[in-house]
């Protein structure tokens, strides 16, 4: 052979007779590409989310152009979207909680009970959030520990919070006309050149457990659990003690939500919490959380809860009777499922 028929193994992968020639990429490389292979369940709950408007809009555009009916929304978003993230961590790890509407009732009662008396309001957050944790603690135990099915076990933990609740306080609310004149008041739940400032804080809840859920060795456990146990175990990872802090963290969320409820309403009710649990879980699933575990979307869960907090006002607003408003509950979250078994793959 030749010295010019010898291949240049110096020279790199691609390059001859001195010119360099464009090294061939794979199309999915393309960051564009990649960035909505990666989120491609977020951006379909964002696709249905601004169709969704867009047929609101075109019933009733007087209505829909107007701040007001944005910031009614705004206002009470915040307390789905801290209940909504959590469980999405629950869901990926292969469990699911239906207790969180009693512990958010439980934690803000709690926290009433200390404005009441008389204590700063920052006290009662503290306990409040106390209470979460270990009402989290309690019902993550007794589905790991005590080997119960998470379904029930959470259902009838709802209920016998909810039942204590309500013997020991007789059906009795709470008024707290006094939170409007402190600071945690004019910190959690006031309002910002118009916008209601709680929406911020549930924005900063969002991104900061999405960095956890995508960026930290917690939420890459929790996915492992929830993929296969079994492999997670082998890897070192204390299955039990991951299982377990995904429901304390829904009882942290839970807290915190039945606390913004409170401060939002300035009245505590012994029903705190029971409306929110068709609408979190539908939240949860129209955003892209699948129920058989191991993959998840929080910014999917995110516009989930937006999709579905715009869907009854929406409905009202366009003309409609408050009838509609279940039925197309029923649609969004239906053609948001086909959409997401579409557009992903089944892993397990």
């Not at 006290?123 to 106390?130: D, H, K, P, T």
């Not at 080997?147 to 933990?157: D, E, H, N, Q, V």
């Not at 959690?188 to 900061?208: K, R």
């Not at 029903?271 to 058989?292: E, H, K, M, Q, R």
Request: aromatic letters at 12%; hydrophobic letters at 50%.
């Amino acid at each position: 052979m030749s010295k010019t028929m010898e291949p240049d193994l110096e020279s790199p992968l691609g390059a001859h007779g001195g010119s360099a020639r464009k090294e061939w990429r794979h199309p999915s490389d393309h960051w564009l590409r990649g960035f909505v292979l990666d989120n491609r369940a977020s951006l379909g709950t964002l696709a249905v989310f601004i169709v969704m408007m867009a047929v609101f809009m075109a019933a009733n555009p007087t209505v829909f152009t107007t701040w007001y009916l944005y910031s009614s929304v705004l206002t009470t978003l915040p307390v789905a979207l801290f209940v909504v993230v959590p469980l999405v961590f629950v869901v990926t790890c292969g469990e699911i909680d239906l207790s969180f509407p009693a512990t958010m009732g439980f934690a803000s009662w709690v926290f009433s009970l200390v404005v009441q008396a008389g204590y700063d309001p920052f006290l009662g957050i503290a306990a409040a959030l106390v209470t979460g944790m270990l009402l989290g603690f309690l019902v993550g135990s007794l589905v790991v520990y005590g080997g119960l099915s998470s379904l029930i076990a959470t259902l009838g933990m709802n209920f016998l919070l909810r039942g204590l609740i309500q013997i020991i306080n007789e059906g009795k609310s709470m008024a707290l006309t006094g939170l409007a004149d402190t600071p945690a008041y004019k910190i959690f739940s006031s309002q910002v050149f118009g916008i209601p400032v709680q929406i911020f804080w549930a924005i900063a809840f969002v991104v900061l457990s999405a960095m956890l859920y995508n960026r930290h060795r917690f939420g890459a456990q929790v996915k492992v659990v929830g993929d296969n146990p079994d492999s997670a175990q082998q890897m070192g990872i204390d299955v039990k003690r991951v299982r377990v802090k995904v429901f304390v963290f829904v009882g942290i969320g839970a807290a915190i939500a039945g606390t913004f409820s409170v401060m939002i309403n300035f009245t505590w009710w012994p029903t705190a919490g029971d409306g929110y649990l068709l609408p979190v879980l539908a939240s949860v699933f129209v955003g892209g959380t699948p129920t058989w575990g191991g993959i998840g979307t929080v910014a999917g869960g995110a516009i989930g809860a937006v999709t579905v907090s715009f869907i009854q006002t929406g409905v009202v607003a366009a003309g409609l009777s408050g009838f509609y408003v279940q039925f197309f509950n029923g649609l969004i979250i239906i053609l948001s499922l086909l959409g997401h078994k579409w557009n992903q793959a089944r892993y397990r």
